[in-house]
């Protein structure tokens, strides 16, 4: 989590904390082998101008109960951006990574950088959980969805076990930067791990590990500090201060100083809602 109580990913926590408020919910532990948890957003902008909220997604594929009908997101591998308006919420479960590839039955690389129906996944019963997660008379969620994965599940697949330690690896440890060391720590070669990445996650482990290293940079910048560039491009891995600000400046659209600079302007609200990471 970032200082301010946002989860890694969420740009400009601070002034997201100001239009939505985010509630993380934990599955079933039945379901919590494949889910990491439910996050419910909350937004009430009447009155307000739209709200373009702009995340820097991690390597997890999400089933979303939204407005006109319930989706399956894959792993956006470029910059996440919701307009939000009015009034409203939406509920997404966050797949563990590898864990969507036995309910989907294909490799969740074709999902990258898309949304489908999740009808196609999970039958017209997921448009009508929509409707009731998103009911006015809907008052526990997260129950309804439980229910709703419960007798879905697939059997547990070893190697998507295998596939989420070695993406929680990588995020854990942002100062890894090489997939050659990587799958030579796993003992494995660079063409299995990019397969299994494929087949399991959706993204390349190449952009796993620039996206933890990213997340972290994003997070210092957003701590409202003085940001030492050349010292954090160094912790991260990159071979000098001008490699960092490329990378970031591709990803978020801004340099990392200007990102910097325009958290320093933004006042933290008194209390920070919870984002899901």
Known sequence: MDSSGLGRGVLHPARAAEAVRVERRAPAPAVARFVEFYWLVRWDLRGRPP???????????????????????????SLFVRRLE???????????????????????????????PAAAYFGPEADRLDEDVLGERSRDQAALVDAFLLPRLPAPDPVAQEVAAMVERITGTPDLCRVDD?????????????????EYVGASPKWVLRRARLHEAAERA??????????????LGYADQAHLTRDFTAAVGTSPARYADAARRVTPPGSAAVRPA
């Open 51 to 77: 709200y373009e909220q702009k995340v820097l997604a991690h390597p997890n594929v999400h089933l979303v109960f939204e407005a006109p009908r319930a989706r399956v997101h894959g792993v956006d591998r």
């Open 182 to 198: 990587l799958a030579r720590e796993l003992g494995l070669t660079v063409r299995r791990l990019q397969r299994l990445f494929a």
């Open 222 to 235: 957003d701590a409202g500090g003085a940001l030492d560039l050349a010292a954090l491009a160094a912790e």
């Open 86 to 116: 009015g009034a409203g919420h939406v509920l997404g479960v966050k797949f563990r990574p590898g864990a969507f590839r036995s309910f989907a039955g294909h490799p969740v690389a074709a999902l990258a950088d898309r949304s489908v």
